[in-house]
């Protein structure tokens, strides 16, 4: 069964198309956005629904292993709640082992009388594709912003 889930999120993200047209913000903008900020590892990836039996974006909790925060109370272990991206602006695609900065929003309610009903008593963090997230590999621009307080 594991080996099922690793082949096909390695099959999603060899495939994965976004259709959000937003552009991905820049260093100074999603930290303004952003509730918290970290660096982590992914820990451990759990999808809520099945990715070939939904045709929304399936939902995932994302559990990471943090290095470093610049924004937020943070803990060591810290969970986000997202979607696995395949054709919003929602969610973000992430792989289990890899390490990422983490630009995080805390998930608004909906005003819904029953997702407010049913909705969990403490907020959840999650992340939108556009919200500046990125592996670290790729964030050298944030992290130098993010510890010296510049854009360049």
Same mark, same amino acid.
């Given at each position: ?29 999603? @930290? =303004?956005?952003?509730? !918290?900020?970290?660096?982590? /590892?992914?820990?451990? *990836? ?6 070939? $039996? #939904? ?8 559990? @990471? =292993?943090?290095?470093? !925060?610049?924004?937020?109370? /943070?803990?060591?272990? *810290? ?6 991206? $395949? #054709? ?13 900065? !983490? ?50």
């Amino acid at each position: 069964m594991r080996n099922m889930f690793l082949i096909y999120s390695f099959l999603m993200l060899a495939t994965n198309v976004c259709a959000c047209d937003k552009p991905s913000l820049g260093p100074a903008a999603a @930290f =303004k956005e952003a509730d !918290v900020v970290f660096r982590g /590892v992914v820990e451990n *990836l759990r999808y809520l629904d099945d990715p070939e $039996k #939904t045709k929304t974006e399936p939902r995932i909790i994302v559990t @990471f =292993k943090v290095s470093k !925060v610049w924004k937020g109370a /943070v803990d060591k272990t *810290l969970v986000i709640q997202t979607t696995h991206n $395949k #054709t919003t602006c929602n969610g973000y695609v992430f792989k289990y082992g890899e390490e990422y900065l !983490v630009y995080s929003r805390y998930n608004r309610r909906s005003e819904n009388f029953f997702a407010k009903l049913f909705a969990p008593a403490k907020p959840t963090l999650g992340v939108k594709v556009y919200g500046g997230t990125k592996p670290i590999s790729g964030a050298g621009a944030d992290l130098k912003y993010l510890d010296t307080g510049k854009v360049e």
